[in-house]
């Protein structure tokens, strides 16, 4: 994820977006959103799933 840790290894970022289908590391409010949605009503009817926010990095 982009953190301040990540912004001192650039070359690891790039090897990192190499990986990833859409060629960019994750932000942690993306992340936290997807955990916010998880938790919430609207996600009320989802069960037994996992959800991967890997930007397709199992593409």
């Known amino acids: 994820m982009?953190?301040?840790a990540a912004d001192k290894l650039p070359e690891a970022a790039e090897a990192i977006m190499d990986?990833?289908?859409i060629r960019r590391i994750?932000?942690?409010e993306e992340v936290a959103a997807t955990v916010c949605f998880?938790?919430?009503?609207?996600a009320g009817y989802i069960s037994g799933n996992v959800v991967d926010v890997s930007g397709?990095?199992?593409i």
């Open 2 to 4: 982009a953190t301040a």
């Open 19 to 21: 990986l990833h289908a």
């Open 26 to 28: 994750a932000t942690l």
């Open 38 to 42: 998880l938790e919430s009503s609207d």
């Open 56 to 58: 397709g990095f199992q």
